[in-house]
Nanobody, 116 residues
């Protein structure tokens, strides 16, 4: 069993920045495809950003140029750097890992609220 623990969410004004972290024990992110999902009230969970074992990243169009997914050097922490935040980014954010695509193991989620 893999435990993923997110942190870094909070309340931020439009245009602000947040960095989400997802920590685990061991170099988990070196051997699993990893990603950040989000789920807004009344909406389906969506994959926002993904990073493959080889470091390849991809993003949904609405966050390209504003969000960045990366890991630390020992690959035991996954990050999501979010800039230029908008109200529509408000959601619970989850980190996840899987084989080929995230979705097998999940963190508990962290709330991000963008509001003035």
């Amino acid at each position: 069993q893999v435990q993923l623990v997110e942190s870094g969410g909070g309340l931020v004004q439009p245009g602000g920045s947040l960095r989400l972290s997802c920590a685990t024990s061991g170099s988990v992110f070196a051997i699993w495809t990893s990603g950040w999902y989000r789920q807004a009230p009344g909406k389906q969970r969506e994959l926002v950003a993904r990073i493959s074992i080889d470091g390849t990243t991809d993003y949904i169009d609405s966050v390209k140029g504003r969000f960045s997914i990366f890991t630390n050097g020992v690959k035991d922490t996954l990050y999501l750097q979010m800039t230029g935040l908008k109200s529509e980014d408000t959601a619970v954010y989850y980190c996840s890992i899987g084989t080929g695509r995230p979705g097998r193991y999940w963190g508990q989620g962290t709330q991000v609220t963008v509001s003035s």
